[in-house]
T-cell receptor, first 112, second 113 residues
Framework: KQEVTQIPAALSVPEGENLVLNCSFTDSAIYNLQWFRQDPGKGLTSLLLIQSSQREQTSGRLNASLDKSSGRSTLYIAASQPGDSATYLCAVRNNQGGKLIFGQGTELSVKP | EAQVTQNPRYLITVTGKKLTVTCSQNMNHEYMSWYRQDPGLGLRQIYYSMNVEVTDKGDVPEGYKVSRKEKRNFPLILESPSPNQTSLYFC????????????FGPGTRLTVL
């Protein structure tokens, strides 16, 4: 059974720092992996989607990498800003396509 | 505006009183799904639908029903709600689940007394 783990559960950094969020999964047979952002009391916003054949995706200050063989993905945030404060979740889709398994998220706080 | 809408956004009800949470998307997506989010347990998938009249169980389907009679709508039905179904519920949709990102609704906070 696929399990997704995110470490750390919470992270606090000063503004301007570059940071890395980690996501690991137990079954490497995935179709894609997606990173989301969730603001308090709000729904999820998709940040980046990496197909299983891809190694990384970039959007602005965000870069997500995928290493299927080791069951790991990282989300790199460059030059963090207070507006980046939110919970970041990763989710993997299995080969059947229908199911999406989420990690429990990393709560990020960027201090001015 | 492309969006996923859920109604109601907040609901307080009592044990055993049937309820329906509606979900609608205006993006012509084939795939729709329901999740619940609980502290310490994260987001867990309840049911999903690959297309009209096609539904499948996620990881926590017990106590829930769904239907997909139209492409744009995917209601979540609780026939006899219980307090352990108190949670934050999200609906999501996408074009082709294998290759496209999912769009999420704003959430429905349900309390069952």
């Amino acid at each position: 059974k696929q399990e997704v783990t995110q470490i750390p559960a919470a992270l606090s950094v000063p503004e301007g720092e570059n940071l890395v969020l980690n996501c690991s999964f137990t079954d490497s047979a995935i179709y894609n992996l997606q990173w989301f952002r969730q603001d308090p009391g709000k729904g999820l916003t998709s940040l980046l989607l990496i197909q299983s054949s891809q190694r990384e995706q970039t959007s602005g200050r965000l870069n997500a990498s995928l290493d299927k063989s080791s069951g790991r993905s990282t989300l790199y945030i460059a030059a963090s800003q207070p507006g980046d404060s939110a919970t970041y979740l990763c989710a993997v889709r299995n080969n059947q396509g229908g199911k999406l398994i989420f990690g429990q998220g990393t709560e990020l706080s960027v201090k001015p | 505006e492309a969006q996923v809408t859920q109604n109601p956004r907040y609901l307080i009800t009592v044990t055993g009183k049937k309820l329906t949470v509606t979900c609608s998307q205006n993006m012509n997506h084939e795939y729709m799904s329901w999740y619940r989010q609980d502290p310490g347990l994260g987001l867990r998938q309840i049911y999903y639908s690959m297309n009209v009249e096609v539904t499948d169980k996620g990881d926590v389907p017990e106590g829930y029903k769904v239907s997909r009679k139209e492409k744009r709508n995917f209601p979540l039905i609780l026939e006899s709600p219980s307090p352990n179904q108190t949670s934050l519920y999200f609906c999501a949709s996408s074009f082709v689940p294998l290759y496209n990102e999912q769009f999420f609704g704003p959430g429905t906070r349900l309390t069952v007394l």
